[in-house]
């Protein structure tokens, strides 16, 4: 009669043994190591601790051999032979006896763990269940599994009445089947699994309120019955936070955005600013961002205020919340300038109040301050005036002002001018067709192989780039075109007009591109951006038949409005301290004048450095005096502004870094090129608000919504946003 199995007989360690009686509930060996001294050993029917105790005592070697073996080749696993329905056995496994039978005993082993589990009878609960309590994530991506199966079940299955007679009825393919649905593995590696178990209800509100403030969702979402659902399914029960909950996280996230903000600001020594104005729904919001250098030359830039003001504002009101905002994060004696557009109520805000140091004084007038202070004829905003910084026009609209009217009214009044109006007309047909007829737009598609882009409104490089795109299809394609939208054809005439147009103000539209960045934008590539403008235009009209007036125009507009930066020294200063740039862009005649100011200026940084090192500190007698060895402006190491400024100028490599290698011109080319030529930033900041007021979607204050704005925009420089 053939002996019942124990223990020993799927024990690892048994080929040390040989098996000799069986008496009651134990078992006797022979211990095959011992040899050729007769050892016998007596364990239990269902344990071999007094083997493996045997093994450590007197052969040590071979179980350290037999458990890294083991950890560096575990012993290879295999399902049964009966088909398995279940996917938790793609993580479980028997392994095969000496005679290669696998040995199904009822206690399949983990892949992971290599623990053994009980699971008599088919039963998989106890599989199932060491997998959620010790592996969660594999117990995550087999319930992902199993839903998959059930979907593509339920999707293949003809009627749930009727099932297939040929396979099985309910369990979908087997685990050891490829599953295409399976998700690779780098996105399996991304999931976290606590996701599943250990989301808490103050995590899931911390969740929720990054969504809302990321996303830019309206709050009214927290009360959608269908979003409140999935929430509630997703996190297994757990509630959704009301408008209330969320209103009161947003001022303890905002407080804290804002500490971390000015704690920033604090260490910043030169900044600017970018303001404007934004009316929606009958509402005017004043918008104001800061951007400053790293010392590793990065810019960063932070939103500061989103602040509802009168619809019908004056200038007066706008240099009251400049201030306002500058006092609140303590900035006023740190912004270089304020970047503005060419709003009226900017221009005369600056020109009236602004404390820039080349205004022309035609005479000095002192008044008495205690009649001032007392009649109060100037106004309250009367001393605001004086914490006004610079200001710097946006030489990107400014540039667009000089397309989108000087060029377009020279145009018009040229020889050309009915011919502009004609081609812009039937250009503007086709786009209007396009926009308001999904066949127009599809028929477009087919027959110039490519989507086209729409001009927006008072942006002259959008029409540019429509024009050009429309124009760069195939006389054939145009026709057909024309044929199919119903609008009358292009004459040979409008066809060549526009393509010289296109060709003519090319370099218009990319520099409009190019002032119109941020990180990478500085304000010392604006005159040299400005003059290489001037002289491709003018090298253009040389070869055009059609558009010479129209380039000098051009040029006199170029001149005019941007006489202010021509003859700004910051803007100078900010372009010789440009590897790129130097003082190549200078006639031979204006070199020496400037060299001298940037070495001027080299020698003011670093003597504000050195005050800056030494305030609050005590001075010591030596350092007071600085003549004779070892006195400060004699130190070994230092080089001499001129020097510096002579050795910088010399060299021609165009990168930023090199920058490194002059300190003083660094710290300079810092305080000037802060500042920004453009004033996109605050227009962008408005457009992330126009997508929280909606109609339909905002329930907030004026108060709450800026502070939303505020911490989505400045997320990336605070750790507000968890």
């Keep these: 009669m053939e002996r019942s199995r124990s223990a020993f007989d799927h024990w690892m360690h048994k080929h040390h043994f040989t098996f000799r009686d069986t008496r009651g509930r134990n078992i006797t060996v022979q211990c095959n190591l011992c040899l050729p001294k007769i050892n016998i050993l007596s364990t239990a029917r269902d344990s071999t601790s007094n083997l493996k105790k045997h093994l450590e005592c007197h052969s ?55 623990k053994k589990v009980s699971a008599r009878a088919g039963n998989t609960s106890n599989m199932a269940h060491h997998l959620r309590d010790h592996h969660p994530k594999e117990f995550a991506k087999m319930n992902r599994k199993h839903s998959v199966v059930c979907r593509r079940k ?8 009727a099932p297939s007679s040929d396979g099985p009825s309910s369990y979908g393919p087997s685990i050891l089947e490829k599953e295409t649905a399976e998700p690779s593995e780098a996105k399996e590696a991304k999931i976290d699994p606590t996701i599943y178990y250990q989301t808490s209800q103050s995590r899931l509100n911390t969740l929720v309120f990054n969504f ?41 996230v905002f407080n804290k955005m804002k500490g971390e903000l000015k704690v920033k600001l604090d260490k910043v020594k030169t900044l600017c600013t970018t303001a404007d104005v934004w009316s929606v729904q009958d509402r005017s919001y004043f918008g104001m961002t800061c951007h400053w250098l790293e010392d590793n030359l990065e810019r960063k830039s932070a939103a500061l205020a989103c602040t509802r003001i009168p619809i019908s504002y004056t200038c007066e009101t706008i240099i009251a ?45 002192f008044e008495d301050l205690g009649s001032i202070l007392c009649d109060g004829e100037m106004g309250g905003d009367f001393f605001l005036s004086y914490f006004l910084p610079p ?72 029409e540019y780039y429509a024009i050009n795109k429309l124009i760069s299809l195939t006389d054939s394609q145009l026709n057909e075109l024309t ?71 051009t040029v006199k507009a170029i001149d005019s409005r941007f006489k202010q930066v021509f003859d700004s020294s910051d803007a100078r200063l900010a372009t010789a301290t440009m590897p790129q740039f130097r003082l190549w862009w200078l006639p031979e005649d204006e070199r020496e004048s ?37 006195s400060s402006s004699n130190k ?87």
């Design 154 to 161: 339920i999707r293949d299955t003809p009627s749930s009445d």
């Design 60 to 114: 040590p070697c071979q179980m350290r051999k037999r458990q890294h073996s083991e950890i560096s080749e575990p012993e290879p696993l295999f399902h049964p032979s009966k088909r398995l329905r279940s996917a938790v056995w793609e993580y479980f496994g028997y392994v095969k006896d000496p005679g290669g039978t696998i040995n199904v005993d009822g206690y399949p082993i983990c892949r992971m763990c290599r």
């Design 391 to 462: 200001h710097q026009r946006c030489a990107s609209q400014t540039l667009n002002l000089i397309a989108s009217k000087d060029l377009a009214d020279a145009v018009s009044k040229g020889q050309t001018g009915k011919l502009h109006s004609s081609a812009t007309e039937k250009c503007a047909a086709i786009w209007h067709k396009v926009q308001t007829s999904t066949v127009a737009a599809d028929a477009m598609e087919s027959i110039a192989k490519m989507k086209f882009t729409f001009p927006c409104l008072n942006q002259w490089s959008s």
């Design 321 to 365: 919340k400049i201030q306002e905002i500058h006092s609140s994060y303590n900035i006023e004696s740190k912004v270089q300038a304020t970047v503005t557009d060419n709003g009226n109520n900017f221009i005369k805000a600056f020109k009236e109040f602004s404390s820039e140091d080349d205004q022309d004084v035609e005479q000095s007038h």
């Design 636 to 722: 070994g190491g230092k080089r001499e502004a001129s020097e510096e400024v002579w050795l910088y100028l010399q060299g021609t490599n165009k990168d930023l870094k090199c920058l490194n290698e002059f300190p003083g011109v660094k710290k300079v080319f810092i305080k000037f090129n802060t500042t920004l030529p453009s004033s996109v930033p605050v227009q962008q900041l408005f457009n992330n608000g126009g997508n929280i007021m909606t109609p339909k979607g905002h329930h907030l204050s004026d108060e709450h919504f800026e502070r939303v704005l505020l911490l989505r925009y400045n997320s990336k420089i605070t750790t507000a946003l968890e």
């Design 212 to 252: 809302i403030v990321e996303d830019v969702q309206p709050i009214s979402i927290l009360e959608q019955a269908g979003f409140r659902r999935l929430i509630e399914i997703l996190s297994r029960g757990k509630k959704v936070m009301s408008q209330n909950a969320f209103i009161t996280k947003l001022e303890v």
């Design 594 to 630: 400037l060299r001298a100011q940037l070495v001027t200026e080299v020698l003011q940084v670093d003597q504000g450095t050195e005050e800056t090192e030494t305030n609050g500190g005590s001075v010591h007698e030596d350092e007071f005096f600085s003549y004779g060895p070892g």
């Design 483 to 553: 044929e199919v939208l119903g609008v009358p054809c292009f004459t040979p005439d409008e066809t060549a007009y526009l393509t010289e147009y296109t060709d003519v103000f090319k370099p218009v539209a990319f520099a409009l591109d190019l002032l119109h960045g941020e990180e990478k934008c500085f304000l010392g590539i604006v005159i040299p951006t400005l003059l290489t403008l001037k002289r491709k235009l003018e090298e253009k009209a040389a070869n055009t038949r059609l558009f010479s007036k129209v380039i000098d125009s």
